[in-house]
């Protein structure tokens, strides 16, 4: 796979970028580079290679989930800055 002057072209023009001759060439180069190097990883053998979805081990550090009693209506009320029938009244932001 090759990357050509048209693909640099159409990228930059979906990117809206304003490229001279020069910097399509530099970065047609540049790309066909990087493609031709990422090419190399399809001779290595990986077949007795498990599929990872990241190098090192991640594991959830998150808590258990405990089931805990809840704050009462009135402890939760003592926040609210107003309240009307056992809910926070706000400003209305509709008409």
């Known amino acids: 796979?090759?990357?050509?002057?048209?693909?640099?072209?159409?990228?930059?023009?979906?990117?809206?970028?304003?490229?001279?001759?020069e910097e399509e060439q530099t970065l047609t180069g540049q790309l066909n580079a990087i493609?031709?190097?990422?090419?190399?990883?399809?001779?290595?053998?990986?077949?007795?290679i498990e599929p990872t979805?990241?190098?090192?081990?991640?594991?959830?550090?998150?808590?258990?989930?405990?089931?805990k009693e809840s704050l009462s209506i009135e402890q939760v009320m003592r926040n609210a800055p107003e309240e009307e029938d056992g809910q926070f009244k706000v400003p209305a932001v509709m008409e």
């Open 1 to 21: 796979m090759s990357i050509s002057n048209n693909d640099v072209q159409h990228v930059a023009k979906l990117a809206r970028l304003n490229l001279t001759a």
């Open 53 to 67: 979805t990241h190098v090192l081990h991640v594991s959830n550090v998150m808590r258990d989930d405990e089931t």
């Open 35 to 48: 493609l031709k190097y990422a090419e190399k990883l399809n001779e290595l053998d990986t077949e007795n």
